[in-house]
């Protein structure tokens, strides 16, 4: 009777343990549901971003606030290839993004040497209607000022533009509702000023000068007027 007794208790004792083994091997198992050494729930900082799963948490880095729109990521792809993600004029131009969409700088940068070049060319030729589409209204004054007192001394200019070398986005901003946008000129163009004797008082009519200035341009992004101003003008 003891030897029969020993041998169940071994055979039950043997059974006892393969499921013990079996239970800790579930138990001990790691499904992805259970909570993490850092609960975010109780120490969520600046960086952490809430979502369906609070064990989650969003690692500071790159802001994607904007990419929540897939309307802008197109956009955003243009703005990524002229700015530094993260960087202040990133942040200015994903602001004029936002506020004027469809907004894309590559598009804006080819119709800004085309503006310059215009207004370069009109302020030689002194041609006050191309000046005033182009220019806010206290640049504009400003220009046909100058042209005044050139042709109250009798003085023409004659130039040939010989075009844009580099032109980039140096700042990009919001200020209320008007997008503000300064870019750096490098252009090349030939210029000499005569006086009424046709002597060459400015320039040089042979010489192809360098030239660079930093011009600023504003637009109301509530109007329904797509076009741009410039509003302030620089030479360097």
């Known amino acids: 009777m003891s030897g029969f007794f020993d041998i169940y208790s071994i055979i039950f004792l043997v059974i006892a343990v393969v499921i013990f083994m079996r239970l800790g ?14 609960d975010a729930s109780v120490n969520r900082g600046p960086g952490a971003a809430k979502s369906g799963n609070d064990n989650i948490v969003a690692l500071p880095g790159r802001d994607r606030s904007a990419r929540s729109d897939p309307g802008l990521e197109l956009d955003l792809e243009a703005i990524d290839r002229l700015a530094k993600p993260g960087s202040d004029l990133h942040d200015g131009l994903v602001a004029i993004l936002r506020a004027s969409p469809g907004f894309d700088p590559g598009q804006f940068l080819d119709g800004a ?3 310059y070049e215009m207004v370069v060319t009109a302020f030689a030729d002194g041609d006050r209607n191309t000046l005033k589409n182009l220019l806010a209204a206290d640049v504009y004054d400003g220009f046909v000022s100058a042209i005044a007192e050139r042709e109250a001394r009798e003085e023409r200019v004659e130039s040939t533009f010989v075009g844009v070398s580099d032109a980039r986005i140096t700042h990009a901003d919001m200020e209320e509702r008007n997008a503000r946008l300064t870019i750096r000129f490098d252009s090349e163009l030939i210029s000499a000023t005569r006086n009424k004797d046709d002597v060459v008082v400015d320039g040089d009519p042979a010489t192809v000068q360098t030239v660079r200035d930093v011009w600023t341009f504003s637009r109301d992004t509530k109007s329904r007027d797509p076009n741009w101003k410039l509003v302030a003008t620089e030479a360097v």
Request: aromatic fraction near 6%.
């Open 25 to 38: 091997s579930v138990l001990g198992r790691r499904t992805g549901n259970e909570p993490s050494s850092y």
């Open 113 to 115: 040497k085309v503006a």
